[in-house]
């Protein structure tokens, strides 16, 4: 019997035109893990929201969810709530009370489960989780990935026999979000706990994942298991496989007759077993320019500190930086480095008490009050949702040119053209919380240029966002940077790094370590690089895109018949291990 | 060691009976007590800080004497009189720095609280009357440091575009602050909203709930109860003979103290010291056992 079972179903949300799902059917066996995958806005909360009468949105529906074989709509709230885990997006919504304690307790306090039964469960949660530590601490005191744990433990602690996850890790930083992952893939594989996983980070999931949905438009396009999904979408024609892990991408860019691989591991064995019988010609790509500094820097630090308060320690240790006029400098580092406080100094909401920070030349404490956000600077916070203050976008972008002495027409003018360049047009009269993260970025995006910065600072700008929402976001960057705008990129993600930036710099420690070209620094480092370099670096040392990877994999083919032979080959290989499956399921 | 790893209902009933004791017992060597105990409690809890914010109360007591006796003219020892023609007199002055160190052994009391009753522990004693109403209490004290935080974050983002509260003119400045204070109770609801949807995903409304503690009541806490009860019932005793019992208005009539009045400070002094003692015992036995470790 299956664990959940979606028969047909149908939703549309109360006065939308079209359906949110659409026939949507899909069988889920216990203790599978699976990972479901679309672009923002194809469907998949709503899907999910579907499985938990609670959250179920409100709307017209057809077809049926079965739990455990009997429609969910029968099982009783008791149940579902013990027995269905989900987990939501942001880790701060979700967290009702504000002791750790309290909260690990708070599902079994609803239950109404006796003070013994809770204590033994509490703890156990604690141990399994390695919450002990911070078990007396206030929920305030919790970093993100801590705060997303402590949801995920408070909802085990109930013993759920599903567990739904709703992109829980696109409000954490890569190492949290690893950590994270890897806690639900023990769950799933040592208690037995059926996942459904919904996520845009794909390289950790997928070598866990048991079957990949994808959902297109409100349907399931594909269900398949991970190293099949990919023939599966390029038959279909889906612009969904940019969106898989590096190594799958590399796979099918090359054009590979051998098993798909999954992991930087599995991918670094293909490639050499794929190159093993080609002459190697071309092992890196044409010679680049080395990296030289700026002479005339658009925005330059010179030894800045800065510390938050007198007793607590310095949090920028004399930061040097040179950012060339109208290029995109990518500055990459772990957390807590003080990488955004960086940015806060160059925009003077933190004030260095050693060092000094020039503007196009001339030192920021030169600007007037006015003058420095008027035509010359902006930034872009890590969380965009704090920048809207109206009701509507639209409102939100006519604040920003208020008292400027502007014309209607002007301003209208202004901002329908910054709305057409972010590609918020048809967002304009929605409330920007009811926006994706992906559009919340680029209205605030759009808001942001309305000050006609010259220099643009972003923190983070592609946290929780899809690859597409990546890729629109890296052409309206590049697009400014063509008209002259200079900007400065503070980020985790370093694929995003890699393939768009001009330079990129390591931050540590609060300095500046380095500074290179994306491709000398990426193949510099060996941990802190692409996926793409990781697994190819052992052939061609300088890729370090997807693309550097399939470019010269494609300049080292082999002649026609080593191909066709090696197809013949994946094909008997294809074969023997289908029989073998055969004989093992008899 | 401190009082705060007892169980929060022995909080609450030593602070309570403690409380009561300084507010209603106006006998000198009572008042006298009442104030010196929270004075050496709070500095064994809190060390030097305690004793500046002591010194602090000190001319606070003065004036609020002085005030008292400048505005009340009962009794009748005359000391003299004030500008304005009226009487000041001991009677009045006496009952005044009664008042005055009744407030301040309260102020010292509630600093006491401060130091070993955790948020945590009010919350459960709520939960114990008004289960519901505890869970809002947590509720409500996750709720403030989050729209702190948040009202913090959307105010750098605003600086960080020129929209702050310390740039433009006044006028300028009022607006961006409305602006911030709307989106900011907006933001609120909306994450209710969310909150809310957590609360019922893990069964809140479901019928029996029962709340959760991470205390438990041992041996420590009844022998506690016992020892209060036993230093309270003496007291109570002594209450009951008079032995507080003092006039201010219009003559000062203090009972006298006696042999047996004696027996009656010492159980009011034994009982607001109690958590004290508990603690130096508890640290001299701590001690104890570190020095036999190092043999």
Not at chain 1, 316 to 343: D, Q, R, W
Not at chain 1, 458 to 486: C, H, Y
Not at chain 1, 501 to 517: C, E, P, Q, R
Not at chain 1, 552 to 576: F, G, P, V, Y
Request: charged share 25%; with cysteine.
């Amino acid at each position: 019997m299956a664990h959940f079972e979606i028969k047909d179903l149908t939703f549309s949300y109360p006065e939308a035109g079209k359906n949110a799902l659409e026939g949507v059917s899909l069988a889920i066996r216990q203790g599978e893990y699976i990972t479901v995958c679309g672009k923002s806005g194809s469907g998949k909360t709503t899907l999910m929201r579907h499985l938990k009468t609670v959250l179920t949105p409100h709307g017209c529906r057809t077809g049926e969810v079965l739990f455990e074989g009997r429609p969910l709509g029968e099982v009783s709230q008791r149940e579902q709530s013990a027995k269905i885990g989900y987990v939501m997006q942001n880790p701060d919504n979700q967290i009702v009370t504000d002791k750790v304690w309290h909260e690990l307790a708070f599902g079994l306090e609803s239950l109404g489960t006796d003070q013994r039964t809770m204590r033994l469960r509490v703890a156990e949660m604690a141990s399994y989780f390695g919450i002990q530590t911070w078990f007396h601490k206030n929920v305030t005191e919790l970093s993100g990935g801590q705060k997303q744990l402590l949801n995920l433990a408070s909802i085990m602690a109930m013993q759920p026999t599903v567990l739904i996850l709703d992109e829980p890790t696109s409000q954490l930083d890569p190492i949290a979000a690893a950590d994270f992952l890897n806690t639900v893939r023990k769950i799933n594989l040592e208690l037995g706990t059926t996942v459904i996983l919904s996520e845009h980070r794909l390289e950790e999931v997928f070598p866990a994942a048991d079957r990949v949905v994808v959902v297109e438009g409100g349907r399931i396009i594909a269900v398949e298991p991970p190293r099949a999904i990919g023939e599966r979408l390029r038959e279909l024609k889906s612009d969904m496989l940019v969106s898989l892990p590096s190594p799958v991408q590399i796979y099918y860019g090359t054009g590979s007759f051998l098993e798909c691989p999954l992991t930087v591991r599995e991918g670094r064995n293909w490639l050499s077993r794929e190159m093993a019988d080609r002459p190697l010609t071309t092992v890196s790509l044409p010679e680049e320019e080395a990296y030289r500094e700026p002479s005339k820097p658009a925005l330059e630090l010179k030894e800045v500190w800065f510390r938050y308060e007198k007793e607590l320690p310095d949090v920028l240790k004399g930061v040097s930086l040179k950012v060339e006029a109208a290029s995109l400098h990518g500055i990459v580092g772990g957390n807590g480095t003080g990488k955004s406080t960086m940015l806060k100094s160059v925009c003077g909401v933190c004030k260095p008490y050693r060092g000094k920070v020039f503007l196009e030349g001339k030192r920021i404490e030169k600007y007037k009050a006015g003058e420095l956000f008027e035509n010359c600077l902006a930034m872009l916070p890590q969380d965009p949702q704090s920048l809207f203050v109206k009701k509507t976008v639209r409102a939100d972008l006519e604040e920003m040119l208020s008292g400027r002495g502007l014309k209607k027409e002007e301003r209208e003018e202004k901002i329908a053209r910054l709305a057409e360049e972010c590609a918020v047009t048809e967002l304009l009269d929605a409330h920007p919380y009811d926006l994706s993260g992906g559009e919340q970025q680029r209205a605030a995006l759009a808001k942001v240029l309305l000050c006609d910065p010259g220099i643009l600072l972003l923190d983070e700008p592609t946290k929780g966002i899809d690859s597409f929402f990546k890729e629109k976001l890296a052409r309206i960057l590049k697009r400014l940077n063509r008209r002259g705008v200079t900007i400065l990129m503070v980020s985790h993600d370093v694929e995003f790094c890699a393939r768009y930036a001009d330079a990129v710099s390591m931050f540590f420690d609060g300095g500046v370590i380095t500074t290179n070209t994306p491709r000398r620094f990426f193949s510099q480092n060996s941990f802190y690089t692409t996926a793409a370099n990781r697994m190819s670096r052992h052939l061609f040392p300088d890729a370090v895109t997807n693309e550097d990877v399939i470019a010269l994999c494609r300049q080292n083919s082999a002649d026609e018949d080593a191909i066709a032979l090696r197809r013949q080959d994946a094909n008997d290989e294809k074969m023997s291990a289908l029989h073998g499956q055969n004989k093992g399921d008899i | 060691m401190r009082f705060d790893s007892y169980h929060p209902a022995i909080n609450l009933l030593f602070f309570v009976a403690v409380l009561a004791a300084a507010v209603l017992f106006d006998h000198p060597v009572f008042l006298l007590l009442s104030y010196l105990c929270p004075f050496v409690y709070s500095i064994g809890l809190k060390g030097r800080r305690a004793l500046v914010f002591h010194l602090l109360l000190l001319p606070l007591m003065a004036a609020y004497t002085l005030y008292y006796a400048a505005y009340n003219h009962f009794g009748i020892t005359p000391l003299g009189s004030n500008f304005i023609g009226n009487q000041i007199t001991a009677e009045s002055i006496a009952y005044g720095a009664v008042r005055a160190i009744k407030a301040a052994s309260v102020c010292m009391w509630f600093s006491c609280i401060h130091a070993v009753v955790s948020s945590d522990k009010i919350v459960y004693l709520f939960g114990r009357i008004a289960p519901r109403l505890s869970l809002y209490l947590a509720i409500l004290l996750r709720l403030v440091p989050r729209i702190k935080t948040y009202a913090a974050k959307v105010h750098t983002a605003q600086k960080c575009i020129g929209r702050g509260l310390d740039s433009g003119s006044i006028l300028r400045r009022c607006r961006n602050f409305f602006r911030i204070a709307s989106i900011i109770i907006t933001w609120t609801m909306e994450n209710l909203i969310r909150t809310a949807d957590s609360m019922k995903s893990r069964g809140y409304g479901l019928k029996k709930r029962r709340a959760f503690s991470i205390y438990r009541f041992d041996y420590r806490d009844r022998s506690f109860v016992l020892g209060l009860s036993f230093a309270f019932t003496v007291v109570v005793m002594g209450v009951l003979l008079d032995q507080t019992r003092t006039l201010y208005d219009p003559e000062i009539i203090i009972n006298p103290i006696t042999p047996l009045s004696i027996v009656f400070y010492a159980a009011y002094g034994a009982a607001c010291l109690m958590p004290f003692f508990l603690q130096l015992a508890g640290e001299w036995r701590f001690f104890l056992s570190t020095q036999s470790r190092h043999l």
